[in-house]
């Protein structure tokens, strides 16, 4: 369970930094993000306008028709044309409320699509470039909800959360102007209770903020933990384990529930917060403003009482607006800790500054003084000293745990040497680029990789230039001429159409194709059944002769021809000699060996009885 640990953010992170950075990626898309902005605040100037409109017709059409009936009700007559000069009014600035809106949406799902896009790019850019150790933490789930979920919360917020701010403040702004232009007296009372609602907003946004941090690390955890049990549904059934599955995936789910409903109480608490704002301010404008507007000299018209009522009810919208924008902003915050952690996170194994390219491997390798460990204080291999010679066969031989792969992931520069050096041809390889290291290297893993495609794409998949008669040639060099006619079956995903058995083979000839100088296979015949292992041993057999190779094998039987055997124990190599020189010396190989000749024969001898 240590991979679905999610790193906890406590610190009280400003938000201010956050924004700056996500704001950023907008830099490429400058035209759309100030057509958005323009046309967001050209609908709030205009919806800020409606009030005075609205002023404008009580005062000039409906007040004077009203005194009209008074002063002479029996020959009252209606006027209505300055009625509909005001519907005509309403009816254009609706229009452009219409159009303007319908810019700014468009603009905003650009802004958000195209941002999406480049967060995610550069994640997986990353994912891609970050070493093995990485990975050795960190769950496939868990990466998902970064590159998903994550990803598309925080480009929200510079989308559809970012029209509520800056139509907000645009509001609050324009509305505020308006208000002192008319009276100034009841713009102060208007104005007057915003500064406590952002008071109170920042109280609640450090509680949003608490538990938004929760709720994503729990839901990193839930995808993690979902993953893997879907993954290993097998074993659970096997081992009878469904319901200790269910019950951790429950007591993820739990805290998930309430990590959310708190965040979501608290993100509630800004609308019956604004409401009662609201409330108070349309109180105070109907009792300063009704006595501002009765007596004999009144100072307020009518239709201004009127106008700042709407205002009093109008202005506290766009604070709701940037307050939920604010705690949105928060929620985010967290998902964009977690994006911007793996985004900034250093690339362990990379190139030095100023190492060049190897010019051409031959597949001399060796390793000098070499030690390594993955975790401090837990030495996997400790002052290691070997020297192969180019197109020398090497195998692996040794307990599990003991070093093999370790040294075959050293070679390939996916861990370096915490101590020692490692050259190949005679040069120190950490003075050379790593992409020119691996392209000339041909790895066959224990559990084979194919991407969703056909069978030809898989091969095809380390040598795009390769032509159609390469990729037979591989097919024909290993062995194995039937899957010629199968080059254009779709494999699935991760291969899952094809047995171990077919996807390890697919593997051998992807790496044949790439016609590399150091040939590498991890136990990459464990899972080929022992007809299909004769089969295409021959097809090993001259891979390895004209190439440097290192072989860990499961079944010992399949290395006796290599040049060397390396006996691997504890992370030392404790012997070194051809399959013959070890049987005559009677040590560790020769029990090693004895031992599954002895269990194999048993083996075959209980089954033809």
Known sequence: ????????????????????????????????????????????????????????????????????????????????????????MYFILGCLVAAFVFVFIFCAGRIQEFVMFDVRQDLFKKLQKLSFSFYDKSAVGWLMSRITSDSQKVTELISWSLIEAVWGLGMIFFCTVVMFVFNWKLALIVISIIPVLFLLSGKIRKLILKYSRESRKFNSEITASFNENISGIEVNKSMVQENRASSDFQTLSEKMRNSSFWSECYTALYTPIIIFGGSVGAALVIYFGGKMTIGLNPEITIGTLAAF??????????????????????????????????????????????????????????????????????PVIENMNFKISAGQSIALVGETG???????????????????????????????????????????????????????????????NATEEDILNALKFIG??????????????????????????????????????????????????????????????????????????????????????????????????????????????????????????????????
């Not at 893993?445 to 040598?463: C, E, K, M």
Request: with cysteine; proline share 3%; glycine share 6%.
């Open 309 to 378: 009522f709407g205002y009093a009810t109008l202005i506290f919208e766009p604070v709701l607006d940037i307050s939920r924008f604010y705690a949105q902003a928060q929620g985010c915050l967290s998902a964009g800790e977690r994006i911007f952690s793996i985004v900034d996170l250093e690339v362990v194994v990379k190139d030095k500054k100023n190492s060049d390219d190897f010019d051409d491997i031959k597949g001399e390798v060796e390793f000098k003084n070499v030690s390594f460990y993955y975790e401090q204080n837990k």
């Open 1 to 88: 369970m240590t991979q679905f640990k999610d790193k906890d953010f406590r610190q009280n992170t400003s938000i201010f930094p956050f924004l700056k950075r996500l704001f950023g990626y907008t830099k490429k898309y400058k035209k759309f993000l100030i057509s958005f902005i323009i046309f967001v605040l050209l609908t709030a100037a205009v919806e800020a306008v409606l009030p005075i409109v609205w002023m404008k017709l009580i005062d000039n059409a409906i007040v004077p028709l009203v005194n009209n009936y008074f002063e002479n009700p029996v020959n009252y007559v209606p006027d209505y044309s300055e009625l509909w000069k005001y519907v005509g």
């Open 480 to 609: 194995i001429e039937e899957y010629i006619e199968r080059l254009d079956e779709e494999v699935g995903e991760g291969g899952e159409n094809l047995s171990m058995g077919e996807k390890q083979l697919i593997s051998f000839a992807r790496a044949v194709l790439a016609n590399p100088s150091i040939f590498i296979m991890d136990e990459a015949t464990s899972s080929i059944d022992t007809l299909t292992e004769a089969k295409i041993q021959s097809g090993i057999n001259e891979i390895i002769k004209s190439r440097t190779s290192f072989i860990i094998a499961h079944r010992l039987s399949t290395i006796k021809s290599c040049d060397r055997i390396l006996v691997v124990k504890k992370g030392k190599i404790i012997e070194d000699g051809s399959h013959k020189e070890l049987m005559i010396k009677k040590g560790y190989y020769y029990s090693l060996y004895t031992r599954q000749l002895r269990e194999q024969r048993e083996k075959e001898i209980l089954e033809h009885n």
């Open 402 to 464: 003991g070093g093999k792969s370790t040294i075959i992931n050293l070679i390939s520069r996916f861990y370096e040497p915490v101590a020692g050096q490692i050259f190949i041809d005679g040069q120190d390889y950490m003075n050379k680029t790593i992409n020119s290291l691996r392209r000339r290297l041909g790895i066959v893993l224990q559990t084979p990789h194919l991407f969703s495609g056909s069978v030809r794409d898989n091969i095809r998949y380390g040598n795009e």
